[in-house]
């Protein structure tokens, strides 16, 4: 139900259930733990590609013949589950950029906003239905999308379960770009080379000031982004950058 694969520096990770749009049932999202576990374990990988099998669905969400009848402890249980692996994805060694290839509702919008970066094809529908269900988002989107994209949008979103088109979700910085169907993966892996082609560690530093200092007082967050600095400094690829510049010449990094 999940694959991974390796695409030249990329990992890339599908959710093949395109016959029930990819939804996320208990036994995929322990796939997708499992996955995101191999790929913090990979030293070559430059960042991670997710996308879903079909041309119709990236991921329609929550699998939601499993969510009825099950009792409380079951459903907390099952929210912290699906916060705790989309929390893993967030704090991967390397970035993630989520390839949105049609439907992204409810929990699969909210495995696009666990990852850094979005690019999505221009059929691609957003939204969090699940008041429609008599439900609210349960695997981080209430916390993830009023970061992205203001608090009044995503109460709207959240409260009228309305959804979102390729083009309003660019124009709100809910995806990043708007890329060809038919082109998808090979945009994303040269949106990824935008920033993977320099030095991983100081990458995973600037990742970590503004995601965790998102969620700090200013004054945490700049300490945070001292801290972070100071060891970026610290590391031989500033050394060569900064060596680099004054030599006139492109960097070599070594993700050191
Ligand atoms: N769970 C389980 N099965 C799903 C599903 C889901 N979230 N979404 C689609 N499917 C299944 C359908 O039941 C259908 O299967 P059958 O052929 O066996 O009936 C198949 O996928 C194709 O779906 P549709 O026939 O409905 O396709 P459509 O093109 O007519 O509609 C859609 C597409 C608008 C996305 C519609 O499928 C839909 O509304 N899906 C539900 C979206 C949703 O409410 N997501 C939120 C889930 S709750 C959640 O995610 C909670 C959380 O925060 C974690």
Request: include cysteine; charge should be negative; proline fraction near 4%.
């Amino acid at each position: 139900m999940v694959n991974l694969n390796i695409i030249e520096e990329f990992a890339c990770l599908t959710l093949d259930r395109p016959q029930a749009l990819n939804a996320l049932s208990f036994a995929i999202l322990g796939e997708i733990r499992d996955a995101l576990d191999e790929v913090a374990r990979m030293s070559d990988v430059r960042a991670l590609l997710i996308t879903g099998a079909g041309s119709k669905a990236f991921c329609a969400g929550a699998d939601i013949k499993e969510l009825r009848h099950r009792d409380l402890v079951s459903q907390r249980r099952g929210a912290e589950l699906g916060q705790a692996i989309f929390a893993r994805l967030d704090r991967l060694p390397v970035a993630s950029v989520a390839l949105v290839n049609g439907y992204a509702f409810g929990g699969g919008l909210e495995l696009a906003l666990a990852c850094t970066f979005r690019l999505c094809t221009p059929n691609a529908v957003f939204g969090l239905p699940e008041v429609k269900l008599g439900l609210i988002p349960g695997y981080g989107g209430t916390q993830r999308l009023p970061r992205l994209v203001g608090e009044g949008r995503a109460l709207e979103m959240i409260m009228t379960g309305r959804s979102v088109k390729a083009d309003e979700a660019e124009r709100i910085g809910l995806v990043q770009r708007v890329v060809d169907a038919d082109g998808l993966l090979a945009a994303g892996m040269a949106y990824a080379r935008h920033f993977t082609c320099y030095s991983l560690p100081v990458l995973e530093f600037a990742r970590r000031a503004v995601q965790r200092g998102m969620d700090l007082p200013i004054e945490q967050g700049l300490q945070l982004e001292a801290e972070l600095s100071t060891l970026a400094y610290r590391t031989e690829d500033a050394e060569e950058g900064m060596r680099a510049f004054e030599e006139k010449r492109s960097p070599e990094f070594k993700d050191g």
